[in-house]
């Protein structure tokens, strides 16, 4: 018999890691520490309980990046897929389930497996003995255990207030208005001096906008955040703005050493930056632009900034406690710790946003001890599938800038804009006739998903194994 791989903590990529384990026929052993411990949001003692909705978002894998998530982890028997499909309500196109019917039928299942053993105990230190573990913790890890964690990692900032700017689509920006540039056409390391896209304002403009964000509908800290400081001072662009109507011109949307191309004589009364996000150059996120707007408020009010009238975002903004590590620069890429290769992390505190998300980490995360385990050849998910995507965004996607801060990292849920570029992007119809707009769009999301089930498909047939070399 194998020696079982250790999972801290039972929620969605603990129990997901666990069910990846046992089925390739290694004992796993699932530590969770409710209710022996509890926290200040769970409810019940089921394993992988939904903490807030009920919805895994969409289930189109035809032309939604979360609903292709959906289809490959049906393909590779994942319990929590299987479950919320057994659970499922009705939500139209999307994916929602009866939360305790859901959470009960997978804390059945783990219960139920003769290789999985379930502990109900707080873990605070990693002991020695275990030579395979799995830490899926998520937000809520323990304080005693992010002690440890940031014992081993050596990171100062684990648990803060995540400051989270809103992302676009590179090619839903404007760039009749907007245009690259740096300030002063400065080039840093590994830049251009044409590093940010700028969209300028006039007085009016700027005014308007500062109007808008002041009255806009802000959503609130739950109980258990209040007391926790924001992260490095970062303040939500809105508490700026009231701080001040000129305080958003002198800081993040200062206009200072740029002149606008498109009309070199008018200075623009301010300006908002963005900058590359990830090493593909599909995403782009607003400098500074940290928020507690309501996610409609958002889209509303950024809209109104010049070039970004028709802006699609991978990710709008937030800022809420949170608990994840900067894992371009702790994790290899089957997600162990270099400091501690014994040690892998799934879910939430790798750096992933969504229910759907934080499994699918836990999915990787067990087949790759299990296959560890058994002695087998790693092989990566590509890039190019919905789990290889995510993946790549997780273990070394992300663009560290000079600027921006220490920890530039931020969390992600899995978007298109992850995904490497089509070789050709479809540009005719079946009928022969040229693209546009939205038929255009569309059909390159089509694309995407066609190849990524594709490629699933052939990775599948390598073999069982499925991770690095």
Not at 78 to 88: I, K, P
Not at 134 to 156: K, V
Not at 433 to 455: F, P
């Amino acid at each position: 018999m194998h020696r079982p791989v250790h999972i801290v903590g039972g929620g969605l990529a603990g129990s997901e890691a666990a069910w990846q384990v046992a089925r390739r026929g290694v004992p796993a052993v699932v530590h969770e520490m409710r209710p022996i411990c509890p926290t200040e949001v769970h409810k019940t003692d089921s394993l992988a309980e939904l903490v807030c909705s009920n919805s895994f978002r969409s289930d189109d894998a035809r032309t939604n990046a979360v609903g292709l998530l959906h289809a490959e982890m049906r393909r590779l028997d994942s319990l929590v897929m299987r479950m919320a499909d057994a659970n499922q309500v009705p939500a139209g196109g999307a994916l929602a389930v009866d939360r305790d019917g859901f959470s009960g039928a997978i804390t059945e299942a783990l219960t139920a497996h003769p290789l999985i053993e379930i502990r109900r105990e707080e873990v605070a230190t990693i002991p020695d003995d275990w030579n395979s573990a799995i830490l899926a913790t998520g937000p809520l890890t323990s304080p005693a255990l992010a002690e440890t964690i940031r014992a081993i990692t050596g990171e100062t900032a684990l648990a803060f207030f995540d400051a989270i700017a809103p992302i676009v689509y590179r090619e839903t920006i404007d760039m009749t208005v907007a245009w690259f540039q740096s300030r002063y056409d400065k080039a840093g390391p590994g830049g251009s001096g044409a590093d940010y896209i700028n969209c300028p304002l006039t007085r009016d403009q700027y005014h308007a906008f500062i109007d808008a964000l002041i009255s806009a509908e802000k959503t609130s800290f739950h109980e258990w955040e209040a007391s926790t400081p924001y992260f490095d001072g970062c303040l939500p662009i809105e508490v700026m703005a009231e701080r001040g109507r000129e305080t958003l011109r002198h800081g993040p949307m200062k206009p200072f050493g740029l002149t606008n191309p498109h009309n070199p004589a008018a200075k623009p009364y301010a300006v908002v930056q963005l900058r590359q996000d990830n090493k593909l150059g599909t995403l782009f996120n607003i400098v500074g632009f940290q928020t507690k707007l309501k996610h409609g408020e958002q889209v509303r009010v950024f809209r109104s900034i010049p070039g970004l009238e028709k802006a699609e975002f991978a990710r709008l903004g937030g800022l809420h406690r949170n608990t994840f590590l900067n894992s371009p620069k702790l994790l290899d890429q089957t997600l162990r710790l270099t400091a501690m290769p014994r040690l892998r992390f799934a879910g939430q505190i790798t750096g992933c946003e969504g229910y759907v998300e934080s499994a699918a980490m836990g999915l990787l995360a067990g087949r790759f001890a299990a296959a560890e385990r058994l002695g087998e050849t790693v092989i990566l998910p590509p890039p190019t599938t919905g789990h290889g995507a995510l993946l790549g965004h997780i273990t070394g996607g992300h663009v560290e800038t000079i600027d921006a801060g220490p920890r530039s990292f931020q969390p992600m849920n899995v978007n298109f804009g992850l995904f490497p570029l089509l070789t050709q992007s479809p540009n005719r119809g079946a009928d022969g006739k040229r693209l546009r707009g939205a038929e255009k769009t569309m059909a390159r999301k089509r694309a995407l998903t066609t190849r990524a089930l594709d490629d699933l498909e052939r990775w599948l047939g390598l073999g069982p194994a499925v991770a690095a070399e």
